[in-house]
């Protein structure tokens, strides 16, 4: 990051919003000030001291006029989705191990490079039916969650999102079971 500028006209002439001169202000702070003139230290102790006063105002504000907050939030809402969700859906696409990640929570839960090496243990195959995975993919528990599973990377696999959603809360053993049945019902 670049220096500040050290003076005031300094500041105005790059456009820049602060400037650090190192001096202290009235009231003691050696901080940036903005172009304004303001102490940044003391804009911040400022709004510190007013900030329930303040949130008090907006809250009154919001609450009488509450058709005019969601319409000016649901107009903001209809000109901005065009830009908001391929911006979103290129991003989730570059981070799909990422995206995926986020989801799980708790201790010693699996991260982002975990689920990558996972994938490519796994050769890009679905680890219940064998199918090639694709973006669709999703994260299997081996112990399900409902059934004291954790997050840990030693009980995720990636499997076909069909296969995920048939095996549900089972374990393996029960998955197959049931499996055969089916096919055994059906006569195959």
């Not at 209809?78 to 799980?104: D, E, I």
């Not at 929570?105 to 996972?118: I, T, V």
């Not at 994938?119 to 039916?129: D, I, N, P, S, V």
Request: aromatic share 6%; with cysteine.
């Amino acid at each position: 990051m670049s220096a500040l500028p050290t003076t005031r006209a300094e500041a105005f002439d790059l456009g820049a919003d602060r400037y650090f001169t190192g001096i202290a202000c009235r009231h003691g702070h050696v901080a940036e000030r903005y172009v304004s003139g303001s102490c940044v230290g003391c804009r911040e102790a400022h709004y510190a001291r007013r900030a329930p006063e303040i949130r008090a105002r907006l809250q009154s504000a919001r609450d009488a006029d509450r058709e005019g907050v969601k319409q000016r939030r649901n107009d903001w809402y209809a000109r901005t989705k065009v830009a908001r969700g391929p911006v979103r859906n290129a991003l989730m696409q570059r981070r799909f191990f990422y995206a995926r990640s986020v989801n799980l929570r708790g201790p010693g839960k699996a991260q982002a490079r975990d689920l990558a090496a996972l994938w490519k243990a796994q050769r890009g195959l679905c680890a219940l039916t064998g199918r090639r995975l694709d973006r669709a993919a999703e994260i299997d528990h081996i112990i399900p969650k409902t059934r004291g599973g954790s997050h840990a990377i030693g009980n995720l696999r990636w499997v076909v999102k069909d296969a995920n959603r048939a095996k549900r809360d089972l374990l393996d053993a029960d998955f197959i079971a049931l499996c055969r049945d089916i096919v055994r019902r059906a006569g195959a």
